[in-house]
Each structure stands twice: as C-alpha cells, then as structure tokens.
C-alpha cells in the first residue's frame, strides 16, 4: 500500500492568480498522476509524471496551464495557473502499479472565485 | 482504447435495500477492475478489486464479480445502509502494461433512513 499526503486540502483563490499542489508519498513510486474531478463528473487525467523527464499531457491539457515537478521518486507538485472559475474542481495526485490498484491523495478542492 | 461505463445515478435506497450498480467496459489485453469508493468531502478509496476472469472481489458486504463473458463488473450489496451513501467509480487497469486508471462516471448513491 501508499500513503499520499496531499495539500492543500482545500483553497479559495482569485482568478488570475496560480495555486501550487503538493503531494508526498511514503514509499518511492515510479510514476504519479495528477487527476481533475470537475463538480459532478469524473475522474479526468491530466498528466503523468516521471522522475526525471517532463510529465506526459492528456489532450486537453497543457504544461503551460498545468505545469508539473517531479523533484524526486517520492513528491510531485502540480500548479494550476492563470486561475478561471472553470479550474474550480477537486486535483487529486494518485500512485499505482501495473494489475495493482490505484492510491489518492485526499484531494484538493479548488474554489476560483 | 479502454472505457467504463457506468449505470447513471442517482440511485436513492431505503436502509436495508438490495443494490446493484452495474458496470461494463472495453479494453484490451486483460484488464484488473476496481470499484473505488468517494465518501463526501473525501478522496476516492479502493472498495474491492478482481484481477481476472471469474474473480470476486469483496469488502464490507460489497461483492463483484468479473465476468469476461459479459464485460461486467456489477457491484452489489444484499443489505446497504446510510453509511454507504458515497459516490461509487467502476475502473480498470489495462494488462498491457498500461499504469493509468480508466474510471467511469460514478454513480451516487444516497440511503435513506
């Protein structure tokens, strides 16, 4: 199993402003996901992040937008810039491994106002 | 590619009532399946997983079973309660290597005393 600590674990922000997600697992993982849970919807992946080389994008999403750091094999930060009320949504960051199941984060829920 | 999909909700049950939340999917190769389960205000936990055809997967009182026949994967329960009330995902984990989740839309489900 993993534990993922995830924060924050809520914010409020203005648009136009950035928000930068942490999330720190106990153990050392090769790959990490970050995850945007619009109001009402599904799990929608943004990115996959590697140690070591530039995240992976989901069409849809941008490194302008979202860019992503993978210091090391047990943190990963996602940052949401240039905040519009349509970012607003729940960021979760994720670990799994082939056949295994998958472990969150407790997400962040993101208000732009 | 891979997809999930799931029954629409929302579901609203009596306490003690039979539920089944059906899921079906597309993949290739062999895929693991999941149900995770988001409780309100929380990130999403795993609820019980089958890793291959005719599997069940089970975990308090839920069972699901893989049926490759079929391309199912319906969660049921004999008996819910209000503490079950929580939005449920149907995902899978593609064999082929493959470390991304695909999810599907959630179903929500409330119990009602």
């Known amino acids: 199993s993993a534990v993922i600590s995830q924060k924050p674990s809520r914010d409020i922000c203005q648009r136009g402003t950035s928000l930068t997600i942490q999330c720190q697992v106990d153990s050392q993982v090769t790959m990490m996901f970050w995850y945007r849970q619009q109001p009402g919807q599904s799990l929608t992946l943004i990115a996959t992040?590697?140690?070591?080389?530039?995240?992976?994008?989901e069409s849809g999403f941008v490194i302008d937008k979202f860019p992503i750091s993978r210091p090391n094999l047990t943190f990963s930060t996602l940052t949401v810039s240039n905040m519009s009320p349509e970012d607003s949504s729940i960021y979760l960051c994720?670990?799994?491994?082939?056949?295994?199941?998958?472990?969150f984060g407790q997400g962040t829920r993101l208000t732009v106002v | 590619g891979n997809s999930v999909t799931q029954m629409e909700g929302p579901v609203t049950l009596s306490e003690e009532a039979f539920l089944t939340i059906n899921c079906t999917y597309t993949a290739t190769g062999y895929p693991s399946l999941f149900w995770y389960v988001q409780y309100p205000g929380e990130g999403l936990q795993l609820l019980l997983k089958?890793?291959?055809?005719?599997d069940k997967g089970s975990n308090k009182g839920f069972e699901a079973t893989y049926r490759k026949e079929t391309t199912s994967f319906h969660l049921e329960k004999g008996s819910v309660q209000v503490s079950d009330s929580a939005v449920y995902f149907c995902?899978?984990?593609?064999?082929?290597?493959?470390?991304?989740?695909?999810f599907g839309k959630g179903t929500k489900l409330s119990v009602i005393p």
């Open positions: 992040a590697n140690q070591g080389s530039e995240a992976t994008y």
């Open positions: 994720s670990v799994d491994r082939p056949r295994a199941e998958a472990f």
């Open positions: 995902a899978l984990h593609s064999g082929a290597g493959s470390y991304q989740l695909t």
């Open positions: 089958a890793t291959k055809a005719d």
